[in-house]
C-alpha cells in the first residue's frame, strides 16, 4: 500500500498551534499515523460531506479529507470537540 502524503491547510495549523504543547505533540503523532492508514480504527466518516472524516485524540477531533487519487491527506480542522464542528 502506497504512503499518503499530508497536507494542513493554514487555519487547521493556527488552531493546532493554539493547542496546550503536550496535547500538540499527541495530536501531531496520530495525524502522521495517517500516512499509512487514512482511515484507521476509530475514524468515522461525517455524515452531510462527500469525503471529510474525523479522529478522537481525547478531547480533541482532528477533521481531514483523503484525496485517494492523488494519496494526498488534507487536514481542514484541528480543535476541541465542542467546538470543532461549527
Do not use: N
Not at 12 to 36: F, G, N
Not at 41 to 69: A, E, M
Amino acid at each position: 500500500m502506497a504512503s499518503y502524503r499530508i497536507d494542513v491547510s493554514a487555519s487547521a495549523e493556527r488552531q493546532l498551534k493554539k493547542l496546550p504543547r503536550s496535547d500538540q505533540i499527541r495530536v501531531v503523532r496520530t495525524i502522521r499515523t495517517l500516512i499509512e492508514d487514512p482511515t484507521p480504527p476509530g475514524s468515522r466518516k461525517l455524515t452531510g460531506y462527500d469525503d471529510v472524516w474525523r479522529v478522537r485524540i481525547g478531547v480533541y477531533r482532528v477533521l481531514y479529507s483523503i484525496d485517494r487519487g492523488r494519496l494526498v491527506i488534507l487536514v481542514l480542522k484541528v480543535g476541541h470537540r465542542k467546538d470543532v464542528y461549527r
